[in-house]
């Protein structure tokens, strides 16, 4: 399922208070990978992944890599939008928001992020700005997105 029509252009970048947002692409695998596995039980314990396959403890580098791949092949094809949140100051990963096509009946776009651990903190105001940029950004009416 397409998310957005072929003349939509795809929002680049989001700046919020304590982080950034881009899409997220190969190049961020090694940060990417090392930001969730460092933070797996509190991802699993963030709204919207309770019961979800990953994040696992055994899932190799290069398996993220693929995963990386994916995601960056469903921004081309306009089904899924990957971004990766970052340090303003350091560049660093400290999370991740992801677009997808919708998985309950009555709304337009499924919404989840994560952040690590030790940035905890951010959940609720990346949540916020996230709600505030797809309203203001995108053409989604009805978002899926675990309250915070």
């Known amino acids: 399922m397409v998310l957005v029509p072929q003349d939509f252009v795809i929002p680049s970048s989001l700046h919020g208070e304590g982080f950034r947002l881009e899409p997220l692409t190969t190049a961020h695998n090694v940060s990417d ?12 314990k963030t709204p919207g992944f309770a019961g979800r396959e990953w994040p696992v403890e055994d899932f190799p580098v290069e398996q993220n890599l693929a995963d990386l791949v994916q995601h960056e092949k469903e921004a081309a094809e306009r089904v899924g939008f990957a971004y990766t949140v970052l340090s303003p100051t350091n560049g660093k990963v400290i ?12 709304y337009d776009v499924d919404v989840r992020s994560w952040v690590c651990a030790d940035q905890a903190e951010l959940d609720k105001p990346l949540y916020e700005a996230v709600l505030s940029w797809i309203a203001s950004d995108w053409p989604f009416t009805s978002v899926d997105y675990a309250k915070r």
Do not use: F, N, T
């Open 33 to 44: 990978y090392q930001a969730w596995h460092d933070s797996i039980e509190h991802i699993q």
């Open 95 to 106: 999370g991740c928001v992801y677009l997808e096509a919708p998985k309950r009946e009555g």
